[in-house]
């Protein structure tokens, strides 16, 4: 009897302990934290009001009011003054938010007992739409945010927001203080004012788009389709392309792909033991390094394969696609710029001669002064141009519209001998096997809902 007594008085402590246990912490192994659901809550809303109040500042233009939301210390100061410069960014290019809906999608959140910081991943992506500029959105998704909060007298405030944004990077990558920033995005915005009168006269804003040339020689089309290029960039900006490996440093390798994929441009691959992995051709035939060429990737080995130097003009180039920079100081010949031309900048040095640039973007429209992209690494549909700025250097690179001038053939892998050309073909491409491991993003299509905020409401459900 006695023995039956203590029997259930152990099961029954033990079932108190567990479930004591398991309704305040998770298990260690999944990052554990002993915050209550209140706090949970707490702290999603102090999440929600921080974005809020960032995106209310874009659209008023002026700093909003973050003290309630932020621990003073040396990490917030420089957000503050990050975002600060941003806005003054946004100002002097006219880019001020006529309406927003921004969705964030949260991580587990961990609790380190020591330090009393609770952490938490957020990944951010928002819709955007300009005053006064194209009626089309401009699509940012899968900005990741890691924000550690802390309790400072019974309310959770934010003690520091980690994430990489174009502007970060462009801030991190030049040795410019503030104030020399500043300087630099008026010059751009005194620099940029100076082509803009000629956007509104540019190609891109011919309905034709060349579709109804005729390209075809020898039964194969050899036109550079343009809008078919848009249309890739726009369908895998965010969504990538699962045959192609996606990089995190994957700008170059996006625009190689808008450019065959969609703009039926071909691809050149030298003959083996001729610079496979040099600027001597442009390809892409298999996930791994010896199946594609730098210039397919690389932001200025593309431009040195697209654009040669009269020097270089020799047989690695004899196939492929060829370019042309568009003189920035020559008003007719800035209205040459298209949908489907590569733009490249560079941000961080400040001698032209030894520069290497940074980021490539293709164009996917010019509405009214104003040049709109698509990118990677971070993804968007549909940027301003002029929100990348402030730049150190910036080229327009300029597709032929009849490739013909370089004719494409693709050599055997076995062989030195060139085979029949290969075009562009119609995407989804390469049509091969790839590893059911394949590098891609999650599945978070562009948000249908044009709402101001939808807050704690994650990315909607694909």
């Not at 380190?112 to 940012?140: C, F, H, Q, R």
Request: aromatic share 14%; with cysteine; net charge negative.
């Amino acid at each position: 009897m006695n023995t039956s007594k203590h029997f259930y008085t152990i099961v029954f402590a033990l079932a108190f302990i567990l479930s004591i246990y398991f309704g305040v912490f998770r298990v260690q192994a999944n990052s554990s934290m002993s915050i209550s659901v209140a706090d949970e809550q707490q702290i999603k809303q102090v999440i929600n009001n921080y974005f809020e109040a960032r995106y209310q500042s874009f659209k008023t233009l002026q700093l909003s009011d973050f003290a309630a939301l932020l621990i003073s210390n040396n990490d917030n100061q420089k957000e503050i003054e990050k975002l600060d410069l941003n806005i003054y960014q946004h100002k002097v290019n006219q880019l001020k938010y006529q309406q927003y809906t921004y969705y964030l999608d949260f991580g587990e959140m961990s609790f380190d007992s020591t330090s009393a910081l609770v952490n938490i991943k957020v990944t951010e992506g928002s819709d955007v739409l300009y005053v006064n500029m194209s009626p089309e959105m401009t699509k940012m998704r899968g900005l990741e945010h890691i924000v550690i909060l802390q309790k400072v007298n019974g309310n959770w405030k934010i003690y520091s927001d980690k994430y990489e944004d174009d502007f970060w990077k462009m801030m991190r990558s030049s040795n410019s203080t503030n104030i020399q920033l500043r300087s630099q995005i008026d010059n751009v915005v005194k620099q940029y004012s100076l082509i803009k009168p000629n956007l509104l006269n540019s190609a891109s804003n011919k309905a034709t788009l060349l579709n109804a040339q005729n390209c075809t020689i020898d039964g194969v089309n050899v036109c550079f389709n343009r809008q078919e290029a848009r249309n890739y960039a726009d369908t895998y900006y965010y969504n990538p392309n699962p045959n192609y490996l996606y990089a995190s440093l994957d700008c170059t390798n996006f625009v190689s792909q808008a450019l065959y994929e969609g703009g039926n441009i071909s691809m050149f691959k030298p003959s083996e033991g001729m610079g496979m992995l040099s600027t001597a051709g442009w390809f892409y035939t298999d996930r791994f390094d010896y199946g594609r060429s730098t210039s397919w990737a690389g932001v200025e080995p593309f431009h040195a394969f697209f654009v040669p130097k009269p020097e270089e003009k020799h047989f690695y180039y004899l196939g492929g696609p060829i370019a042309r920079e568009l003189n920035q100081s020559d008003s007719n010949d800035m209205k040459n710029l298209q949908i489907g031309d590569i733009i490249q900048f560079d941000w961080s040095c400040t001698d032209e001669n030894g520069c290497e640039y940074d980021h490539s973007v293709i164009v996917v429209d010019i509405w009214g002064y104003n040049i709109y992209v698509d990118a990677h690494s971070l993804p968007y549909e549909h940027k301003v141009l002029t929100a990348y700025a402030p730049w150190n250097a910036i080229r327009y690179i300029h597709i032929n519209d009849h490739l013909q001038q370089r004719p494409a053939y693709l050599p055997s892998l076995s062989k030195n001998v060139f085979s029949a050309p290969i075009v562009g073909s119609p995407y989804p491409a390469p049509g091969k096997s790839v590893s059911s491991n394949s590098s891609s993003m999650p599945a978070y299509p562009a948000p249908i809902s044009n709402d101001v905020v939808k807050p704690d409401q994650g990315y909607p459900a694909p």
